[in-house]
């Protein structure tokens, strides 16, 4: 079947860590954002906010807390921050003097997690589809509190992630995916993992690797996750989300 140009740029996405020192208008800016909002919501209580960060120092700052190497936080076109968000609905629902300790259970913390989700991979194919590069940002997790009174979060929100925008400065190739077979499941979920399967594509990643870093780095996709399974991390983020009132029932 031919793809169509929504599929294409969909096909064609690789993340994009060197930006053209190049601000993005007021103009791509609310289109952006007007993008985001049209993503699907469960039950439309629009549980997320967006933050668009334009500031040098708390660009600044976020790279630091991400990881200090990341200049790509820090040097774009604009940096958004995807909150989760239940501060907006806790005070609409304290005006309607409805019961809002609905808000502190799991389930609508996963309602919002999910929301905010929706709307920033709208975002992201938006950006693509103008010419724009992006990189999604898992790392202003680090510091979770920092980057909290950074951008003036109320009780009741969590910085879930950023999203680098900008104007790419360089043409990566893509990452390797899973095969389809591994990743896709009919009718029932198959435990076993094909291993002949995860061997040639772990030669994939090894070639890729290798490709991209000039033979510096000699790396597996399953060593790499097995790596990340040797310690915790970010484990400051339950107390967090306690203090913040969210997903505690």
């Not at 968000?85 to 003097?97: A, S």
């Not at 597996?220 to 913040?244: C, D, H, N, Y």
Request: proline content about 5%.
């Amino acid at each position: 079947m031919q793809a169509n140009p929504v599929i294409e740029t969909l096909l064609n996405h690789r993340s994009i860590r060197k930006f053209k020192n190049k601000p993005l208008t007021e103009d791509q800016i609310n289109l952006l954002v007007r993008s985001a909002q049209a993503a699907s919501t469960s039950s439309f209580t629009q549980s997320y906010s967006i933050i668009g960060v334009d500031d040098p120092e708390i660009k600044k700052q976020l790279r630091i807390i991400a990881d200090n190497n990341q200049m790509y936080v820090e040097e774009n076109g604009c940096f958004f921050v995807f909150v989760a968000d239940q501060y907006r609905n806790k005070q609409i629902g304290e005006k309607q003097g409805a019961d809002t300790s609905i808000l502190d259970t799991t389930q609508r913390l996963i309602v919002a997690l999910g929301d905010a989700s929706f709307a920033a991979q709208n975002m992201a194919v938006a950006a693509e589809s103008m010419g724009l590069g992006i990189c999604f940002i898992g790392s202003i997790q680090n510091d979770i509190d920092k980057t909290a009174a950074l951008l003036g979060l109320p009780e009741g929100t969590f910085p879930f992630f950023g999203l680098a925008v900008g104007y790419p400065d360089q043409r990566p190739e893509q990452k390797p995916r899973l095969p389809l077979e591994v990743i896709f499941h009919k009718n029932t979920y198959k435990k076993d993992i094909p291993e002949k399967m995860m061997d040639t594509y772990d030669q994939k990643v090894r070639t890729y690797y290798k490709t991209r870093t000039d033979n510096r780095r000699d790396d597996t996709w399953t060593a790499e996750i097995a790596r990340g399974l040797s310690a915790p991390a970010r484990m400051r983020l339950k107390p967090f989300l306690e203090k913040q009132q969210l997903g505690r029932r």
